[in-house]
């Protein structure tokens, strides 16, 4: 089992940065490391989309809207993913999800995902 908590999001005007962290709790069983990470997004009267996805062996893929603006990493010692937001625009406004699977490799579909986040709110002002 895994249980993700996001922080880090707000309010900040076009063009400026943000830095989310997902916070991951597993039970004895379970290794935070094995696992494939990545952030989803959804905006109001949108489906979820996913926005960056990083691999057991830390590799990064991301999403054409985001792709050259946004940074996904891990750190496997805390247990816990980033997301760094950089250049943000009035369309990156969203819930921002953080979700773990356990299998699976660059995906950035929902249904790739068993473990999610409650999530945390980004609003972009222009």
């Known amino acids: 089992q895994v249980q993700l908590v996001e922080s880090g999001g707000g309010s900040v005007q076009a063009g400026g940065s943000l830095r989310l962290s997902c916070a991951a709790s597993t039970d004895r069983f379970t290794v935070f490391e094995d696992h494939m990470l990545a952030w989803f997004r959804q905006a109001p009267g949108r489906e979820r989309e996913g926005i960056a996805v990083i691999s057991r062996q830390e590799r990064a893929n991301y999403g054409d809207s985001v792709a050259g603006r946004f940074t996904i990493s891990r750190d496997n010692e805390k247990n816990v993913l980033y997301l760094e937001m950089t250049n943000l625009k009035p369309e990156d406004t969203a819930v921002y999800y953080c979700?773990?699977?356990?299998?699976?490799?660059?995906?950035?579909?929902?249904?790739?995902?068993?473990?999610w986040g409650q999530g945390t709110q980004v609003t972009v002002s222009s």
């Open positions: 979700a773990a699977n356990p299998n699976g490799y660059n995906c950035l579909l929902p249904n790739c995902y068993r473990y």
